[in-house]
């Protein structure tokens, strides 16, 4: 089993950047799909972007339409680590974000679907203010 642990929330003004980071320990990741999901209390989780594994570069790489040209997933396998550089942020992006890995999935495919994923961490808030 991996162990995820997401960082980088915080409060943050309409307009403004932040960079999240999910570092994995357990196991190394670099042969996981990985994807970062977003829930609002009393609403359902959702897709915000995910990216696929690979053993050469490019990944590949899904946005949820709502943060496209916005947000930007990247992983460091070196690090074991995934990130979620999130620009120009609206007070809707405002949520928990949680970020998860998928460990049966083939090469180059971004998986969107939050119920293949295996492992998730304990998420961390994002709140941006009018």
């Known amino acids: 089993q991996v162990q995820l642990v997401e960082s980088g929330g915080g409060l943050v003004q309409a307009g403004g950047s932040l960079s999240l980071s999910c570092a994995a320990s357990?196991?190394?990741?670099?042969?996981?799909?990985m994807g970062w999901f977003r829930q609002v209390p009393g609403k359902e989780r959702e897709f915000v972007a995910a990216?696929?594994?690979?053993?050469?570069?490019?990944?590949?790489?899904k946005y949820a339409d709502s943060v496209k040209g916005r947000f930007t997933i990247s992983r460091d396998n070196d690090k074991n680590t995934m990130y979620l550089q999130m620009n120009s942020l609206k007070p809707e992006d405002t949520a928990v974000y949680y970020c998860?890995?998928?460990?049966?999935?083939?090469?180059?495919?971004?998986?969107?679907?939050?119920?293949?994923?295996?492992?998730w961490g304990q998420g961390t808030q994002v709140t941006v203010s009018s």
């Open positions: 998860a890995a998928d460990r049966a999935v083939v090469a180059g495919i971004a998986v969107t679907d939050q119920n293949e994923y295996d492992d």
């Open positions: 357990g196991r190394t990741v670099s042969g996981y799909a």
């Open positions: 990216i696929s594994w690979s053993r050469s570069r490019p990944y590949y790489a």
